[in-house]
Each structure stands twice: as structure tokens, then as C-alpha cells.
């Protein structure tokens, strides 16, 4: 069974940046897309950005387009999402998911890490 593992999470002012980390063991991932999503207090878990861990095709949400970029070591077998000119509405647990489909109906998901944009 595959594992996810993020790290890097925090408390940053707004304005400021965070690295996000993601490593995945125990999966072959060369046909996975791998994602980070986020889940606010009272809120949905919504979609921020994903990469397909071959050819590093990337998406993004609307909200971070811009402020945010993944990226991926394939030796490290590590995604990263790097957050710059961070808001406090950016605050939220940021999970991991990686899935076959591209879709992440059936996805594996992290544990999350929490992120704290706030003055």
C-alpha cells in the first residue's frame, strides 16, 4: 500500500511564502497525476494544483493561479506546491493526493499538513 507524507506547513504572515513537500513511497507513479488540495474550517476540500508525474503537466484552482507552483522530483519521488504572496484566506489543511485517473475520485490521500496565513 502506497503512503503519502507532506511536511512544511505553517504559520506565515500575509504576504509572505511557504514550501509545501509531498513523498510518496510505495507506488509506481509514472502514469499518476499527483495534487495538492485544501480544506478551510467549515469548508469543502477544494482542488489547488496537480502535476502528472509524467511530463509534468500542471493545473491550477483560479485562487492561486499565479501565487502558487508544483512541482515534482522524480528522484526524490517528492511533489512539491512552493505558496508565495500568501492571504489569509490561503489558510487551510493541505493534503496530498495521488490517483491514476487524473480525476482524484480514487485517490490516496496524506495525512495534511496545516497552513496558518495570519498577522
Known amino acids: 500500500q502506497g503512503q503519502l507524507v507532506e511536511s512544511g506547513g505553517g504559520l506565515v504572515q500575509p504576504g509572505g511564502s511557504l514550501r509545501l513537500s509531498c513523498v510518496a513511497s510505495g507506488f509506481t507513479l509514472d502514469y499518476r497525476s499527483l495534487g495538492w488540495f485544501r480544506q478551510a474550517p467549515g469548508r469543502e476540500r477544494e482542488f489547488v494544483a496537480s502535476?502528472?508525474?509524467?511530463?509534468?503537466?500542471?493545473r491550477y484552482a483560479d485562487s492561486v493561479k499565479g501565487r502558487f507552483t508544483i512541482s515534482r522530483d522524480t528522484a526524490k519521488k517528492t511533489v512539491y506546491l512552493q505558496m508565495n504572496s500568501l492571504k489569509p484566506e490561503d489558510t487551510a489543511v493541505y493534503y496530498c493526493?495521488?490517483?491514476?485517473?487524473?480525476?482524484?475520485?480514487?485517490?490516496?490521500w496524506g495525512q495534511g499538513t496545516q497552513v496558518t496565513v495570519s498577522s
Open positions: 502535476i502528472t508525474w509524467f511530463g509534468g503537466i500542471t
Open positions: 493526493a495521488t490517483d491514476s485517473s487524473g480525476n482524484f475520485k480514487s485517490a490516496t
